[in-house]
């Protein structure tokens, strides 16, 4: 599939903008012209976490599935879970189009989307309609860029989808809504985190964990106060990382200069660096979930190594295509096989101290 998709289907997408690719891709999956993925149910790759059963630790990241249209179509590609969102209480347009650049010799992306979502209700309806269906698929919740209330609108996201996800992402990492990262500093971590939690804990029914997602852009002494900070909260686990403001290592000669967040291929290093070290922090028993550059099976097995109970993915399928998660859990499964080992969660933090003792990329 990836070496048709590469061949064929990717010059038929890179002709169109990529934000109308993207929009085809989604009518795509709805429609079900992409084939679903046997399922390879290896017991050796899953993985609890926060109380929950995954069929794999690789996921499908927030940011594609804006507004929980296809969650059960990526989970038949082969993911072990995904995660929709971002989703703010009301809708909003995001930012001025357009707003995603490709880097293609980086196999990268910049987006400056700016949480474009339809809002929580038509995404709570589309939830409801899924909710009989098997799968963990997470919600990740944002604040509205205009909201005098940010901590509200985190808050509000709980209350609508606790009976519908089946975890949490409060997403405060977003360098595309102008304050949002402020959210990182001590204080107002202290107050969201107090009050999102809180308001999931009043909840009725099954608890829902909740994880808190991080930039990749913060410095030794961020990740103290971070480390610290949650620490003092009943919070079930972080996800590392979002896009990054750094321009650094690029090929790239086209838009590069361009506003917003670079996921893909050269976010792998910094985002690897900072699970480390984040690890090394929080001790082994808080849950980590790797996100960057993760574009091979190769690729995620470093992640679990530095630290990472599970891993995300986006932007590599948009250049790799639809099979690519299929490709990647057969790989997971060879490479166990061949290395003798009979869970991939054996493999977490093998490496985590070297990759801690590395520098973050100025």
């Not at 309609?129 to 005098?148: E, F, L, P, W, Y």
């Not at 405060?172 to 809180?198: M, Y």
Request: glycine content about 10%; charged content about 20%.
């Amino acid at each position: 599939m990836s070496g048709l998709f590469q061949s064929i289907g990717r010059k038929v997408l890179f002709s169109f903008d990529p934000e109308d690719a993207h929009g085809l891709s989604i009518k795509a999956l709805k429609t079900g012209l992409v084939p679903a993925c046997t399922p390879q149910n290896d017991p050796a790759l899953r993985v609890t976490v926060a109380g929950l059963s995954f069929p794999n630790p690789l996921g499908m990241a927030a940011g594609y599935d804006k507004n929980a249209e296809v969650p059960d179509a990526l989970l038949n590609l082969g993911f072990g879970f995904a995660e929709v969102g971002t989703l703010t209480p009301l809708a909003q347009s995001g930012n001025p189009k357009p707003r995603i650049f490709r880097l293609v010799e980086d196999n990268a992306v910049i987006n400056r989307l700016g949480f474009n979502n339809e809002g929580h209700e038509p995404a709570f309806r589309r939830l409801t309609h899924r909710r009989s269906h098997a799968g963990i698929v997470g919600v990740n919740i944002g604040a509205n860029k205009d909201s005098t209330d940010r901590v509200a609108d985190y808050v509000a996201g709980i209350r609508k989808f606790h009976s519908l996800a089946s975890y949490f992402t409060v997403n405060i990492s977003s360098p595309n809504t102008p304050g949002l990262r402020d959210l990182q500093a001590r204080d107002s971590l202290k107050e969201l985190l107090g009050k999102v939690l809180e308001a999931r804990e009043v909840q009725a029914g099954v608890r829902r964990p909740v994880f808190l997602k991080i930039a990749p852009d913060l410095h030794e002494a961020n990740l103290d106060e971070i480390a610290a900070e949650i620490a003092l909260h009943p919070l079930d686990g972080l996800i590392i990382s979002n896009t990054t403001l750094s321009r650094s290592g690029l090929k790239s000669t086209r838009n590069t200069n361009e506003a917003g967040g670079l996921s893909g291929v050269p976010l792998f290093e910094r985002s690897t660096i900072v699970l480390a070290k984040m690890r090394q922090r929080v001790g082994p028993e808080l849950p980590l979930i790797g996100v960057g550059g993760i574009d091979s099976a190769a690729a995620a097995i470093t992640k679990i190594r530095a630290g990472a109970d599970l891993v995300q993915l986006y932007t590599s399928m948009i250049y790799r295509g639809p099979g690519l998660a299929g490709e990647i859990v057969k790989g997971l499964s060879a490479a166990l096989k061949r290395d003798g080992v009979t869970t991939i969660a054996a493999l977490r933090d093998c490496d985590m101290a070297s990759w801690a003792g590395r520098a973050i990329p100025a």
